[in-house]
């Protein structure tokens, strides 16, 4: 077993004197640090073993010095000054990357989980597609509803639907008397909730939120963990914890567009503050209207090439918008 192992299994004080090569005295100024080997953390205190320091600690380091003896100091005090300074910093800095890449390696090259992660955005994506071609047609047929619900909702208001209707003669009398109203006037109308608007996660749902999370599965399937940084491989491992989550809320979001365009629904956002002509368009909207003036994408799941399952560039989304509005045009003319 090499040094590095056998600094690993150190639990006691005891232990720590029995490694080979172990010097229980060090002076700073005759010897210089190597490297840093492993953290302890005993329940009884040792001494640093710095001559120009012996502070009892239970926190510390094994150190190699540049004779290539074994030692042990506190975990703070190797960076003074009169000892390691610096060295011992950027030495420690090396301890704990090496931690975290230990940490963090079996996680990304775990191949099978992360092929599962794999799938589970592709999922969500193919899921997703559709709503976010039905919430972009939706935006376009009902821009007034479409406003009014995304003003209400990044002011953080309320998405209920109310009426407003005249109270009785009796109501009025009883809120002026018990001093709730000033006078007929201020007591002669109250708002009643009709229902509240449900699914509005759906309005977030786009297609660069869904296309984003795909590059991002690529792009962790194709890394090499064992040669990057660690800054990259920091990154990644957020990757591969945060896409699963990411999925699933998008899978969410897309539960949320089923009660969003439910007919009762709509019925309900026609009620919404907006003119006659814009209540009468979502009173008449079925998913039908909207499936039918939704621009759809070239399915890659027919795709031959390379980048089948790779979704579509804004400029090729652009192309393809423009295409079927040209379509569009020419078949009315034909009527």
């Not at 042990?72 to 910093?89: L, M, P, Q, R, Y």
């Not at 709503?131 to 953080?156: H, K, Q, S, Y």
């Not at 040669?227 to 990644?236: E, H, N, S």
Request: a positive charge; hydrophobic letters at 40%; glycine letters at 4%.
């Amino acid at each position: 077993m090499d040094i590095d192992q056998l600094c690993r299994t150190v639990r006691t004080p005891a232990d720590l004197r029995n490694l080979p090569g172990y010097v229980a005295k060090v002076n700073p100024a005759e010897v210089g640090l190597r490297r840093v080997i492993w953290p302890y953390g005993f329940a009884s205190e040792t001494h640093c073993a710095l001559t120009n320091c012996g502070t009892p600690h239970k926190a510390g380091v094994i150190i190699e010095l540049d004779d290539g003896t074994v030692s042990n100091i506190g975990h703070v005090c190797g960076a003074d000054a009169d000892k390691f300074s610096s060295k011992f910093t950027l030495e420690m800095l090396k301890l704990s990357e090496s931690r975290r890449r230990d940490a963090m390696l079996p996680v990304l090259l775990d191949r099978s989980a992360l092929e599962q992660t794999e799938r589970q955005v592709h999922g969500a994506y193919h899921e997703a597609e559709k709503w976010v071609r039905r919430v972009d047609a939706f935006t376009a047929i009902c821009p007034e509803a479409d406003r009014e619900l995304r003003r209400r909702i990044n002011g953080g208001a309320s998405l209920a639907v109310v009426d407003v209707i005249e109270r009785s003669e009796s109501e009025i009398s009883d809120l002026i008397a018990s001093g709730q109203a000033r006078n007929r006037a201020d007591a002669r109308y109250k708002e009643v909730e009709i229902g509240v608007v449900r699914g509005s996660a759906a309005l977030a749902l786009t297609e660069q939120r869904i296309s984003s999370l795909w590059r991002r599965a690529n792009a962790l399937l194709a890394a090499d963990p064992q040669i990057v940084t660690i800054a990259v491989l920091q990154k990644l491992f957020n990757e591969s914890v945060h896409l699963p989550e990411d999925a699933k809320r998008i899978l969410e979001a897309c539960e949320a567009a089923k009660a969003f365009f439910a007919p009762a629904n709509l019925a309900l956002m026609s009620l919404l503050p907006m003119s006659q002509k814009g209540m009468e368009v979502l009173r008449a909207l079925t998913m039908d209207k909207l499936d039918g003036s939704a621009v759809r994408p070239v399915s890659h799941h027919v795709a031959t090439n390379a980048d089948a399952d790779r979704p579509l560039t804004k400029k090729q989304r652009d192309l393809q918008r423009k295409t079927a509005a040209i379509q569009r045009a020419a078949q009315r003319s034909t009527r």
